[in-house]
């Protein structure tokens, strides 16, 4: 698509300098028009100095009124109205008079008199600054609602984005806890080589979570990498006991999702599927394209909801028989990330394959980035601190 040389502004951006092309550009074709008129109606071309001096007339006044005006628009509606209802007459009337006056000087030898001009010219003068006047308050009002509009959508981004970051930031402190208690419990067994790399592989896993901003977003490919990175330290813990594979979609690795999306999935069916059994469980991790919609999905071969804890592990109300299941903490975490990222445009699942064991699904929009920043691969940083 073809770029235009320049970047357009918009016409409000600056306001004074809009006032001043609106009212240099309105009292010119005030002048205009009377001019013509005045033409038309086979006028001297002397009389288009009266015309001249009646626009500056008019041009004058209405800076004065919009002095005024400014002052008033920031109060009450009923003082803002009600003093415009007794400023703008009196503003009329000097217009008026200052016509009436110029009119009888140029027709001195004229029948009508003063109080007759002044009533004739009355009325185009009421009209001019009238208009005007009303068009200064629509356009002030007009902008004033654009302000508070404008306002409440950066209110409502940086609430999205602050509530994004508060469940982002949950993850975090919950797997530290379990992490460092680990390697506390290494350290008083006196296994310093495990405990040392133990916490080399954290603080890798941290290190990269705070490059990368908690609403964000990466693609597959990062998010797979920061998950080993955190495996790497489960395996630590439960061993033989945790098995995992990853069928990743080639076609689906550029593909971007909300940073930490898989963790706290993987650290739930560590909870209820590998914690319980002694022989441990299999995760697995898939991602794959569905149209414009990327599917992942992690599943377990743990008890599945058959356990007294089940209530505990679903995420969202989903339906078994008929009956809603109530909801946990960790899996409605992500629950409410999706939603503040993606509205409705999203599907969260929990199910139970045949086979047995227990799935989580989610789809959401396939979105890509148009030019990769640099960013420090989660790999690199492992090797940095190791």
Known sequence: M?????????????????????????????????????????QPL???????????????????????YRQLIAQRP??????????????????AFIDAWVISLYRSDGDAGFAQLFIGVFYLDATLLGAWSALYYAINFFLQVEEQNDQLIRLENQATSAQLAMLRYQLNPHFLFNTLNSISTLVLLKQTEPANAMLSRLSSFLRYT??????GRVTVAQEV???????????????????????????????LLPSLLLQ??????????????ESGAEITIATQLIGQNLRITVSDTGPGLQSGASDNRLSGVSFDG?????????????????????????????????????AVVIEIPVE?????APALEPSRIAVAAS
Request: no cysteine; hydrophobic share 50%; charged share 20%.
């Open 2 to 42: 073809a770029m235009l040389p320049f970047r357009p502004t918009p016409f409000f951006a600056n306001k004074n300098q809009a006032f001043w092309r609106l009212q240099l550009a309105g009292w010119a074709g005030a002048m205009l028009l009377r001019a013509m008129s005045s033409l038309a109606n086979q």
């Open 46 to 68: 002397s009389f288009l100095v009266l015309v001249l001096i009646a626009t500056i007339t008019g041009f004058s006044i209405s800076l004065i009124l919009s002095i005024v």
């Open 78 to 95: 009923l003082v803002t109205w009600g003093v415009t209802a007794l400023v703008l007459p009196f503003a009329v009337g000097l217009h």
């Open 210 to 215: 705070l490059i990368n901003e908690p609403t």
């Open 225 to 255: 990498e920061t998950l080993k990175l955190y495996l790497d330290i489960e395996l630590m813990r439960f061993e033989e006991r945790l098995r995992t594979t990853f069928r990743i979609d080639p076609a689906s690795e550029d593909a």
């Open 264 to 277: 706290p999935l993987v650290e739930n069916a560590i909870k209820y599927a590998v914690t319980p059994q």
């Open 322 to 358: 008929g009956e809603a299941v109530s909801t946990g903490v960790g899996l409605a975490n992500i629950r409410d990330r999706l939603a503040q990222a993606y509205g409705e445009q999203h599907r969260f699942e929990t199910v139970e394959p045949a086979e047995g064991g227990f």
């Open 368 to 372: 890509r980035r148009e030019e990769d």
